[in-house]
């Protein structure tokens, strides 16, 4: 900074792409700070280093981010300052700021200009500018790369593609960039496994009226699917070209006034190109992408998938929670690690699972009451016949994504883990009930999770759900249930996890996680009706409910869910574990 004559850096923990989950390579918070989860940026000035991040991570961040010389800035609070607002605090007059520009968004620059009034301010552009001081950075990735058959994904390419060429037309547009890496594998029906966990693809798509090209790594080695989906997409009339052309095809097609006006989406735009598509006059409009929400509502093939998936999960996490019961029962020596294992094996046995959708929490007492506790592999953590345990496991399957939270007594609890236990219930329970008209935005039922907890004056920092993909990224937008007043009405096909909690630092954490999907409730006088119908088959543990904390509605939802779970699961689990599940399910 000095050598250059920068006042300040924004550093991102983001890829180009604007990806929740990078790949090692663009993991340069965690590389600086030795933070690691998901969600933080950092800005580092003369005087000053810090981290921002939001509550999932608050306790998490404590214990590393001293040690390597950082603040901690706490976000999504009343009395949060977000980066923006803190670097106009900071900027004096002729204030250069500098942006890693490959992995900065044009919507978060635009939000650093429109925030900072000082004169003379300035951003500079300095792609990937870790480079200088990241000894062994890690290169791009280029793994292997599938097609995913119209049995699976319910609609070809071909037709993805005309509904982008449709929608250019109707925005007067002759060209579209897309950069967000979840919307280029649904729009082109491939998966890769560049970003762990998320089966995506390093790459841009760019399609025209005439024209679709494909920009993307290609493996250094003659990967045989690879190669197949490249035919395969060749046969289709999509152009596969190497990563690194894009920007200097953009100029070579403008100057042939090929690209015409462009569309681009500021949230999945990059700094860096959204200052080559300026600097070669294009004409760009500007606006959110159509393809999230086209993504976000699955059609019946992929709901078919959803549920095929859901079905094996909870096959899978029945014997493992009995396994799991059986071991601490018998003073078998079971660690938090060891339960991981367990029930990675016994989701691998499935012939469609395709590995997990996010890292696995497996925590026991204290370590629940981290939200997004990493589980140690060595070490870990004893788990004993008392309290409580906390799991919360995803798995990608051929034909769906899974996310399921159950926290489960070991033994005798306490009556405050009791407490807490019933009261996440009963949100969780709440807001499965909901009936909602057409036009609600998942802000609008966030209440109903947080309201039972409320009550009793507690809560979590967290959203209450997220969007879930298709054999894609487990966490995906437009859609959420969450405080904020993010405006996307929920609609049928719509898929969304369901999952308030209760933290309790050193003592024990509880969630309740469902996968949910929107369905029709059908129309009257007053409109249509929309209502939440549970995906995730996997019984919830009535043993420690304090039942008098729950009403007759919430245990008539309960009893039913858990009567569903034995039937639609009895069948496929071996005998003794069969019997196990049905007194599990008695109802109360």
């Not at 690194?244 to 999945?268: C, K, V």
């Not at 499935?350 to 996010?358: C, I, V």
């Not at 004893?382 to 906390?390: A, I, K, R, T």
Request: proline share 6%.
């Amino acid at each position: 900074m000095e050598k250059k004559g920068w006042d300040a850096v924004v550093l991102t923990g983001s890829d180009p792409h604007s990806s929740e989950y990078p790949a090692r390579r663009w993991k340069q918070v965690e590389w600086l700070t030795g933070f690691s989860g998901e969600a933080g940026d950092v800005v580092v000035t003369a005087s000053h280093a810090g981290l921002w991040t939001d509550s999932r991570y608050f306790i998490a961040a404590q214990q590393v981010l001293p040690a390597a010389g950082f603040e901690l800035h706490k976000t999504r609070l009343p009395d949060s300052v977000d980066i923006p607002a803190w670097l106009a605090a900071e900027a004096g007059e002729n204030f250069t700021l500098a942006v890693d520009s490959m992995t900065l968004s044009l919507e978060a620059v635009n939000a650093i200009r429109r925030a900072v009034s000082a004169e003379g301010f300035e951003i500079v552009s300095a792609p990937d500018l870790i480079d200088e001081i990241w000894e062994g950075r890690p290169p791009i990735p280029s793994g292997p790369i599938v097609t995913m058959d119209t049995k699976y994904s319910g609609e070809s390419r071909l037709s993805k593609i005309c509904r982008i060429r449709s929608f250019m037309r109707d925005n007067g547009c002759d060209s579209m960039l897309i950069g967000g890496l979840d919307e280029i594998a649904w729009t082109l029906n491939v998966r890769g496994n560049d970003i762990e966990y998320c089966p995506v693809v390093i790459s841009y798509l760019l399609v025209t009226q005439e024209d679709t090209f494909w920009y993307v790594r290609r493996p250094g080695h003659r990967d045989p699917s690879t190669l197949a989906s490249f035919a395969e997409l060749s046969e289709d009339g999509i152009s596969v070209l190497p990563y690194e052309d894009l920007t200097s095809d953009f100029r070579a097609l403008q100057r042939d006034r090929r690209l015409g006006r462009l569309f681009a989406d500021p949230a999945t735009l990059n700094y860096e190109i959204a200052l080559t598509l300026e600097q070669s006059g294009a004409d760009t409009l500007f606006g959110e992408s159509p393809v999230q929400i086209w993504k976000a509502v699955k059609n019946e093939v992929e709901l078919r998938g959803m549920r095929e998936a859901h079905l094996r999960d909870g096959i899978a996490m029945e014997k493992f929670l009995f396994w799991l019961e059986e071991m601490t029962g018998i003073d078998e020596r079971v660690s938090e690690w060891t339960a991981v294992r367990a029930l990675h094996a016994l989701k691998a046995k499935s012939p469609e699972y395709r590995g997990e959708s996010f890292e696995t929490i497996s925590a026991y007492g204290k370590g629940a009451a981290l939200p997004h506790y990493v589980t140690p592999r060595e070490n870990a953590p004893m788990l004993f016949p008392s309290g409580l345990y906390l799991n919360d496991s995803g798995s990608q399957y051929i034909d769906g994504t899974t996310d399921i939270t159950r926290t489960t007594p070991l033994g005798p609890c306490s009556p405050l883990e009791m407490e807490d236990y019933t009261l996440v219930l009963k949100g969780h329970i709440d807001l499965a009930m909901a009936v909602f008209p057409k036009g609600t935005c998942g802000c609008h039922l966030d209440v109903l999770a947080r309201n039972p907890l409320w009550r009793s004056k507690r809560n979590f920092g967290h959203g209450t759900g997220h969007g879930v993909g298709h054999w894609l990224c487990v966490h995906e937008g437009p859609h959420s249930i969450r405080q904020n007043t993010l405006g996307c009405p929920l609609q049928p096909g719509m898929v969304v996890t369901n999952e308030p909690g209760i933290y309790r630092e050193g003592m024990h954490g509880v969630r309740h996680e469902n996968v949910m999907v929107v369905v029709s409730e059908g129309s009257n006088d007053f409109g249509r009706w929309y209502r939440f119908e549970p995906l995730t088959l996997c019984h919830f543990d009535t043993s420690v409910l304090v039942r008098e904390l729950l009403t007759q509605d919430e245990i008539k939802w309960l009893n039913a869910y858990n009567a569903m779970v034995y039937e639609r699961l009895a069948l496929h689990l071996p005998p003794k574990i069969a019997e196990w599940l049905k007194e599990k399910t008695k109802a109360i």
